[in-house]
Structures are given as C-alpha cells and as structure tokens.
C-alpha cells in the first residue's frame, strides 16, 4: 500500500523555525509532485507550497519568504523548512503526493495523516 508519513512538528515560539518531513513508501514507480497544506481548527484545508519533478514550486502569499519546500535527491522525502513561525501558522500540517505505479494509467494521489503545529509563547 502506497503511504506518506509526516514528522517534525511540535510546540516552538513565535519567530523560531521548525522542519517537518514526510517520507514516501510503497509501489510508488515515479513521483511528478509533492505538496504541503495545513488545517486549522473550524478553517478548510488550504496550500502551503509544492513542489514538481522539474523543479518548480508555488507558494501560498502568507508563507512566500519565510517557508522552503524541498526533496532529497532520490524523492522519497518532501520537506518543509518553516522560518520566523507566526501564531498564525498554527495547524494540523498534510504531505500530498500525485505518483504512477508500473500499472497505473494515469497519475494517482494519496495523504499522508498529518503533523501538529504550535507556535505560542
């Protein structure tokens, strides 16, 4: 069964950083886009930033100078380097990924179970 797994997040004052991870597994043959998006109590799920096979990414205009997307060399692992926290950013955080098996005819796509955030002197 193909799954993500986030990690990383926790409790951390306003103005520090946080990196959270979401590692890949399964009969996964390629993958063409990662992403990140967080939830927040009584507010729908909304983009963070993603990430493409080529390169490219997009950012949500509340994180754009202070969050990073990336992946390691074999993407297997997505990242997300959070700097300067706000209280704003408090939320459940959710790894997506759109991927193809050996089988598969078109892209497929599949959540991983979330990871809390808490920024809070």
């Known amino acids: 069964q193909v799954q993500l797994v986030e990690s990383g997040g926790g409790l951390v004052q306003p103005g520090g950083s946080l990196r959270l991870s979401c590692a890949a597994s399964?009969?996964?043959?390629?993958?063409?886009?990662m992403g990140w998006y967080r939830q927040a109590p009584g507010q729908q799920r909304e983009l963070v930033a993603t990430?493409?096979?080529?390169?490219?990414?997009n950012y949500a205009d509340s994180v754009k100078g202070r969050f990073t997307v990336s992946t390691d060399s074999t993407w297997i692992t997505v990242y997300l380097q959070m700097n300067s926290l706000k209280p704003e950013d408090t939320a459940v955080y959710y790894c997506?990924?759109?991927?193809?098996?050996?089988?598969?005819?078109?892209?497929?796509?599949?959540w991983g179970q979330g990871t809390r955030v808490t920024v809070s002197s």
């Open positions: 399964g009969s996964i043959f390629s993958i063409n886009a």
């Open positions: 990430i493409t096979r080529g390169g490219s990414t």
């Open positions: 997506n990924a759109d991927y193809l098996t050996i089988t598969s005819y078109r892209a497929l796509e599949v």
